[in-house]
């Protein structure tokens, strides 16, 4: 069994999205492990505010599998095959990490955008404070403390998505 975490992203009819994409890993992975939402403008783009939070799962899929099922609940709720990189998004899930393995195909793990933006980096201190990053010396919660914060505005915002 390995301990996975997944980035949920959403601002096109974000409260829909957000609760068919959680409908969703919940149904392929079981139980959810959620951060906070947060509220970010776009990033790379000018677009409306994204919410974000990160998943964690304990799950014996492997990472191509898991990988496969991210794309597969993203393009049945609407992502576009040929979407562009920095564009708007129905529902965006990204692993992050897979236990702690490093990789590049068939996805970069763990993935840059954990210290570069702080819609990732704060829901996973949140969720995994303790945890080291594979690559850095540092904890997540270090590493959000060292973050430079004002750099990304980011609010929280109440959840109210239960399970079905």
Known sequence: ???IYISLGTNINRDFYLAQGLHALNKRFGQLSLSSLFESEAVGFSGSPFYNMVIGVITSFSVEQVAKILRDIEFAHGREQQAKKFSPRTLDLDLLLYDDLVLTIPAQIPRDEI???AF???PLAEIAPQLQHPLL?????????NFDQSSQSLRKLPLNWQPK
């Open 137 to 145: 010396t540092q904890n997540y919660q270090q590493l959000w403390q």
């Open 1 to 3: 069994m390995a301990q």
């Open 115 to 117: 210290t570069k933006n």
């Open 120 to 122: 990732v980096l704060w």
